[in-house]
């Protein structure tokens, strides 16, 4: 093996090779809302065809509840709370447990590799399945309100708070359901967790607190719906306080925030073990 001195290069080659980089440099980092549109879009069409039914299932549940509550609550306050449990807990059905199962599915079989390789930061991710699980919600939601107004007698004219029930219940639950699927160990426990979760829905924000222990009381104040659910059911009242609606939903979406921020973590403990 002989050494070529440099002065005996070409002076072509000898400038091409002072002139090439070290190193080639690297692509810039993907911002936030490009990819959490993209991540957006590819979950909303993968689930349409495979969520419908279940959708589907949880209006269906949702409407059996309030006609079997039909005939215990007369109306009044009772009714109100009925009616607006009835229409949050189509989103707790989607986005609090449908997404932990998908993300205890997505951990167990790897899928969470797949997207540790993508140019998208985390928050992206979570954020884009948790927003494609809960605009789901939005026709059940709405049909589920809809049925109870007519069937209680309640007035429908304040039913456009749900623009803003609907996103801030639906990010709070998403990121709580995301964060169980991503901590759960086995796809099974995420199930269960998700499944409880839609239970204490159903049983804390369906049922008239006024019947309700003191005890069931302070834990229905921890779960994250019943501040959505609050804020619908003030609205059915002849007079409602909207600084108490506004309230209500100012804790809703500080919980959302809060349970997003949670999920973003457990995303990044989960995808790097």
Request: hydrophobic share 55%; aromatic share 6%.
């Amino acid at each position: 093996m002989s050494v070529v001195p440099a002065e005996a290069l070409p002076d072509g080659a000898l400038a091409a090779k002072e002139a090439a980089p070290e190193a080639a440099e690297l692509g810039p980092r993907a911002r936030l809302w490009p990819s959490l549109a993209a991540v957006y879009r590819a979950q909303l069409s993968r689930a349409r065809v495979a969520r419908i039914p279940l959708l589907f299932v949880a209006t269906f549940q949702s409407v059996g509840i309030m006609i079997l509550m039909r005939g215990v609550v007369d109306g009044g306050g009772e009714a109100r709370s009925v009616v607006a449990g009835s229409a949050v807990l189509v989103v707790a059905f989607v986005a609090l447990n449908l997404l932990a199962q998908y993300f205890g599915q997505l951990r167990a079989s790897g899928g969470l590799d797949h997207y540790a390789t993508l140019p998208v930061p985390p928050a992206a991710v979570v954020l884009g399945a948790a927003g494609a699980y809960a605009s789901f919600t939005v026709p059940g939601t709405l049909v589920t309100a809809v049925f109870g107004c007519v069937l209680f007698g309640l007035p429908m004219a304040h039913l456009w708070i749900l623009i803003a029930v609907i996103p801030l219940a639906g990010a709070a639950l998403a990121g709580l359901g995301a964060a169980l699927g991503l901590l759960a160990p086995r796809p099974e426990l995420a199930t269960l967790l998700g499944q409880l979760g839609m239970s204490a829905a159903l049983l804390l924000g369906v049922l008239p607190p006024e019947r309700m222990p003191e005890v069931v009381r302070l834990a229905r104040d921890l779960l994250p719906s019943t501040y959505g659910v609050e804020a619908l059911a003030r609205t059915f009242g002849p007079h409602p306080d909207w600084a108490r609606v506004l309230g209500d939903l100012a804790v809703c979406g500080v919980v959302g925030v809060l349970s997003l921020a949670v999920a973003t973590w457990a995303y990044r403990r989960a995808a790097v073990r």
